[in-house]
């Protein structure tokens, strides 16, 4: 059976990682030395399927491309360094892992087929996990768990897994999965009794060495779904990150793995009676620190009250001074010291003063700034010395002397 230009040894042996070749054509390829050889093992990225990896005469290739315009497979290499024969070396642990996810997912697509009479669309064998997209929306979990148990029963059946290629006017009387979308003489690949589908891929002998695939999530992506998956050792190594991910949580939460959802659900219910709590005590603080100020401010026309506080939030500053403004004729002047220091100004309803203009000195003297409306107005300034802030505060109260903020005028 004739096969395309160049002779592709993976199309009849997947498990051949090891051969010998003659140069044919050497070339620079996205800056890179390439060439191409009259005989290769190396898959090249195409069909989903990522590219192997591998050295040809202990020269590493890089990335494995097809050149449209003919067909040639191109290897790109790390140093142009090749003698015209080389001994090419694929690398078996990458192969390998692309056999498995890309064998579980023709099982998965079958399957998705036969339970869900939902088409794949689109398949993406990714460096982490793989993906096919379903021509059916929101498909159930129920349903792709029926899918993963049919899956797997077929792989665990360990049915065989067959290549082939067919004249393209054989093709019309097969039951093909998927109708094929190159020209000329077309690869089949056939899990017995199963499934029958054209793909150049590279694929286990038999279903077994997938292992297991497992479904890892649903994505509802308008008229499609899209199903992640991972298989064989992909799925070992998944399995062992979770079971170590919920043994170090139940230890933490000393519970056991099944009691985990309803110790997390009890800490999250606590945690929000302890926020409820929290505030209620800090509301409890703000209404105290307010009365002892309003008592402590001299006497006069018009009550100035100012304070330099640490340990407060700027919300705290804001809910301290609106209960400040809440007592008649009061002018509040607050800063709460942190790395910056936090400023607010504010004045009771009815009082001639704006505190913009005396949030805006109190900037000036401290490099600050800060903005707001006439009866509240807050800022910041990057300063965290008390003395100053004390004496920006008091300056900035002196203003009020001046003028008589009780009139209305
Ligand atoms: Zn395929």
Same mark, same amino acid.
């Given at each position: 059976?004739?096969?395309?230009?160049?002779?592709?040894?993976?199309?009849?042996?997947?498990?051949? =990682?090891?051969?010998?070749?003659?140069?044919?054509?050497?070339?620079?390829?996205?800056?890179?030395?390439?060439?191409?050889?009259?005989? @290769?093992?190396?898959?090249? =990225?195409?069909?989903?399927?990522?590219?192997?990896?591998?050295?040809?005469?202990?020269?590493?290739?890089?990335?494995?491309?097809?050149?449209?315009?003919?067909?040639?497979?191109?290897?790109?290499?790390?140093?142009?360094?090749?003698?015209?024969?080389?001994?090419?070396?694929?690398?078996?642990?990458?192969?390998?892992?692309?056999?498995?996810?890309?064998?579980?997912?023709?099982?998965? %697509?079958?399957?998705?087929?036969?339970?869900? +009479?939902?088409?794949?669309?689109?398949?993406?064998?990714?460096?982490?996990?793989? =993906?096919?997209?379903?021509?059916?929306?929101?498909?159930?979990?129920?349903?792709?768990?029926?899918?993963? +148990?049919?899956?797997?029963?077929?792989?665990?059946?360990?049915?065989?897994?067959?290549?082939?290629?067919?004249?393209?006017?054989?093709?019309?009387?097969?039951?093909?999965?998927?109708?094929?979308?190159?020209?000329?003489?077309?690869?089949?690949?056939?899990?017995?009794?199963?499934?029958?589908?054209?793909?150049?891929?590279?694929?286990?002998?038999?279903?077994?060495?997938?292992?297991?695939?497992?479904?890892?999530?649903?994505?509802?992506?308008?008229?499609?779904?899209?199903?992640?998956?991972?298989?064989?050792?992909?799925?070992?190594?998944?399995?062992?990150?979770?079971?170590?991910?919920?043994?170090?949580?139940?230890?933490?939460?000393?519970?056991?793995? +099944?009691?985990?959802?309803?110790?997390? %659900?009890?800490?999250?219910?606590?945690?929000?009676? =302890?926020?409820?709590?929290?505030?209620?005590?800090?509301?409890?603080?703000?209404?105290?620190?307010?009365?002892?100020?309003?008592? %402590?401010?001299?006497?006069?026309?018009?009550?100035?009250?100012?304070?330099?506080?640490?340990?407060?939030?700027?919300?705290?500053?804001?809910?301290?001074?609106?209960?400040?403004?809440?007592?008649?004729?009061?002018?509040?002047?607050?800063?709460?010291?942190?790395?910056?220091?936090?400023?607010?100004?504010?004045?009771?309803?009815?009082?001639?003063?704006?505190?913009?203009?005396?949030?805006?000195?109190?900037?000036?003297?401290?490099?600050?700034?800060?903005?707001?409306?006439?009866?509240?107005?807050?800022? %910041?300034?990057?300063?965290? +010395?008390?003395?100053?802030?004390?004496?920006?505060?008091?300056?900035?109260?002196?203003?009020?002397? @001046?003028?008589?903020?009780?009139?209305?005028?």
């Amino acid at each position: 059976m004739a096969v395309p230009y160049p002779e592709r040894l993976y199309y009849t042996d997947p498990y051949l =990682t090891r051969f010998e070749a003659r140069v044919v054509e050497r070339l620079t390829w996205e800056g890179r030395p390439a060439v191409v050889l009259d005989r @290769t093992a190396f898959y090249p =990225t195409s069909g989903g399927q990522p590219a192997d990896r591998g050295t040809l005469s202990g020269v590493a290739v890089v990335d494995v491309v097809i050149r449209e315009e003919d067909g040639a497979v191109l290897h790109l290499l790390e140093e142009d360094r090749l003698p015209d024969r080389v001994i090419g070396e694929v690398d078996w642990g990458r192969r390998f892992d692309h056999m498995q996810q890309h064998t579980g997912q023709h099982l998965l %697509s079958a399957a998705c087929e036969r339970l869900l +009479d939902a088409d794949t669309v689109s398949f993406h064998l990714g460096a982490e996990v793989s =993906t096919i997209d379903l021509n059916r929306p929101r498909v159930p979990l129920e349903a792709m768990e029926e899918v993963e +148990d049919l899956v797997n029963r077929i792989i665990w059946e360990d049915r065989s897994v067959a290549s082939r290629f067919v004249q393209a006017d054989e093709v019309a009387g097969l039951p093909l999965r998927r109708p094929p979308q190159v020209e000329g003489p077309i690869r089949l690949v056939e899990v017995a009794d199963f499934d029958l589908n054209p793909c150049g891929g590279t694929h286990v002998a038999h279903t077994g060495e997938v292992g297991l695939l497992k479904v890892l999530r649903l994505d509802y992506r308008g008229e499609e779904t899209r199903v992640e998956f991972v298989c064989g050792g992909r799925a070992l190594r998944d399995y062992r990150r979770k079971n170590r991910i919920v043994h170090r949580l139940s230890t933490a939460l000393t519970v056991g793995q +099944d009691e985990l959802e309803e110790a997390v %659900s009890r800490l999250q219910e606590s945690l929000k009676a =302890t926020r409820r709590e929290l505030r209620a005590a800090r509301e409890q603080l703000l209404e105290g620190l307010a009365e002892r100020l309003l008592r %402590s401010a001299p006497p006069g026309p018009v009550r100035v009250v100012r304070a330099v506080l640490e340990g407060y939030e700027p919300a705290d500053l804001r809910s301290l001074a609106q209960r400040l403004i809440g007592a008649p004729d009061t002018v509040v002047l607050l800063a709460a010291l942190a790395e910056r220091t936090h400023l607010c100004v504010a004045r009771s309803e009815g009082l001639e003063v704006d505190a913009r203009a005396l949030l805006r000195a109190v900037c000036d003297l401290l490099g600050g700034k800060g903005g707001g409306q006439p009866h509240f107005a807050q800022g %910041s300034a990057p300063t965290a +010395d008390r003395q100053r802030v004390e004496n920006s505060l008091r300056q900035a109260a002196s203003i009020l002397e @001046t003028q008589d903020p009780t009139s209305t005028e």
